[in-house]
């Protein structure tokens, strides 16, 4: 059994993976790490795991935590996972970060994301960046087979990525006219309480957010140039909604030609074929994002409206799956020499 640590693991995302886990057939969990949480069983703090996981949390350099790993996930915020990376690195162990700290190959490109958070522009192991690997496996197949480090995507990019991806590598839209209308579950924003995410101010209300600039919306024009050969501008909206998980990207694009609706599906199919993860349907697919809950599946719609000439698709996720832990699994079996369904081929939970 090849084995794993989770730095992190009380958050959303580290009970996310320790759940995946549990059910992989090729890994172990032997050691869970936290800032907080300390001292617990893992199934004190989520009971649902009792009997599952009875692993104690342990804090940064406690006895125990300096075991012999394959792989290390770090389910941590923006500056743990680049302070901490390298010793796992020098010692051969394979490095997933959940943050943005590897998810760029530059400084500068780092800088602009942290910057929309509000955060300093440095990044303290700028010569990690070179050798990242950005962790949509669907767009980078063969990046995976030697790499050691890789970013995993933010939850909003997957989603929109994967919806957007084919109409850019057919140079399918008119340049600049791409939109991302995006909707996500309150889950999104992490554990940790906040006042917006109380329920009374989440009960029955939505709201847009950061429209002065999204930090996923980086990584998003980043890759997408990568499939076009050039910068590709996105206007993106983030939404939040009264829902626990979920997204729903709406992805609209002017036509630089007259591809039909048919033919779109038939290029979206073409995409992602033998992409085990990615579902493409026409627009009288009755889905949504409870079709996706659970799962580690992306389900897209595709449609064109005639009367304006605008291709329309719509890209589901679960985000604490796709859109995290489970695109974090599966990007574990790459990494490791295994199937890339290993651990997550289920139809996930309705309703």
Same mark, same amino acid.
């Given at each position: $059994?090849?084995?794993?640590?989770?730095?992190?693991?009380?958050? !959303?995302?580290?009970?996310?993976?320790?759940?995946?886990?549990?059910?992989?057939?090729?890994?172990?969990?032997?050691?869970?790490?936290?800032?907080?949480?300390?001292?617990?069983? $893992? @199934?004190?703090?989520?009971?649902?795991?009792?009997?599952? %996981?009875?692993?104690?949390?342990?804090?940064?350099?406690?006895?125990?935590?300096?075991?012999?790993?394959?792989?290390?996930?770090?389910?941590?915020?923006?500056?743990?996972?680049?302070?901490?990376?390298?010793?796992?690195?020098?010692?051969?162990?394979?490095?997933?970060?959940?943050?943005?700290?590897?998810?760029?190959?530059?400084?500068?490109?780092?800088?602009?994301?942290?910057?929309?958070?509000?955060?300093?522009?440095?990044?303290?192991?700028? @010569?990690?960046? @070179?050798?990242?690997?950005?962790?949509?496996?669907?767009?980078?197949?063969?990046?995976?087979?030697?790499?050691?480090?890789?970013?995993?995507?933010?939850?909003?990019?997957?989603?929109?990525?994967?919806?957007?991806?084919?109409?850019?590598?057919?140079?399918?839209?008119?340049?600049?006219?791409?939109?991302?209308?995006?909707?996500?579950?309150?889950?999104?924003?992490?554990?940790?309480?906040?006042?917006?995410?109380?329920?009374?101010?989440? !009960?029955?209300?939505?709201?847009?957010?950061?429209?002065?600039?999204?930090?996923?919306? %980086?990584? =998003?024009?980043?890759?997408?140039?990568?499939?076009?050969?050039?910068? *590709?501008?996105?206007?993106?909206?983030? *939404?939040? =909604?009264?829902?626990?998980?979920?997204? $729903? @990207?709406?992805? !609209?694009?002017?036509?630089?030609?007259?591809?039909?609706?048919?033919?779109?599906?038939?290029?979206?199919?073409?995409? !992602?074929?033998?992409?085990?993860?990615?579902?493409?349907?026409?627009?009288?697919?009755?889905?949504?994002?409870?079709?996706?809950?659970?799962?580690?599946?992306?389900?897209?719609?595709?449609?064109?409206?005639?009367?304006?000439?605008?291709?329309?698709?719509?890209?589901?996720?679960?985000?604490?799956?796709?859109? *995290?832990?489970?695109?974090?699994?599966?990007?574990?079996?790459?990494?490791?020499?295994?199937?890339?369904?290993?651990?997550?081929?289920?139809?996930? *939970?309705?309703?």
């Amino acid at each position: $059994m090849k084995k794993a640590k989770i730095i992190g693991a009380g958050g !959303y995302g580290g009970v996310g993976i320790v759940e995946l886990l549990l059910k992989h057939p090729e890994v172990e969990i032997a050691c869970l790490v936290a800032k907080d949480q300390t001292g617990m069983a $893992m @199934s004190d703090l989520y009971p649902h795991l009792k009997g599952f %996981c009875d692993m104690t949390i342990l804090a940064s350099g406690d006895l125990g935590t300096d075991v012999d790993v394959d792989i290390v996930f770090f389910s941590t915020p923006d500056g743990v996972g680049m302070n901490e990376a390298q010793q796992y690195l020098d010692k051969g162990v394979k490095v997933i970060d959940y943050s943005g700290d590897f998810r760029f190959n530059s400084a500068l490109d780092y800088a602009d994301y942290a910057g929309r958070l509000g955060k300093p522009a440095e990044h303290h192991a700028e @010569s990690l960046l @070179s050798q990242s690997v950005y962790g949509l496996p669907e767009l980078g197949l063969s990046d995976f087979g030697q790499a050691d480090l890789v970013g995993n995507p933010g939850c909003f990019a997957a989603s929109v990525l994967l919806g957007a991806a084919p109409l850019l590598a057919n140079d399918l839209i008119v340049e600049g006219s791409l939109i991302a209308d995006c909707k996500t579950g309150v889950s999104g924003a992490g554990k940790k309480p906040a006042p917006g995410f109380h329920y009374p101010a989440r !009960y029955d209300n939505m709201n847009a957010y950061r429209l002065s600039g999204h930090q996923h919306v %980086c990584e =998003v024009e980043k890759q997408l140039g990568k499939l076009s050969g050039n910068e *590709q501008p996105i206007t993106f909206t983030s *939404q939040v =909604v009264p829902a626990t998980r979920g997204i $729903m @990207s709406c992805i !609209y694009a002017k036509a630089n030609d007259n591809t039909s609706a048919e033919a779109l599906k038939d290029l979206y199919e073409s995409f !992602y074929a033998g992409k085990h993860f990615v579902r493409v349907y026409d627009a009288s697919a009755d889905i949504g994002t409870a079709n996706v809950r659970g799962s580690n599946f992306c389900n897209i719609t595709v449609s064109k409206d005639e009367r304006t000439g605008t291709f329309r698709v719509v890209s589901y996720i679960d985000n604490l799956m796709k859109g *995290q832990a489970g695109n974090a699994l599966q990007v574990m079996n790459l990494l490791l020499g295994l199937p890339e369904e290993m651990g997550l081929d289920a139809p996930g *939970q309705y309703p």
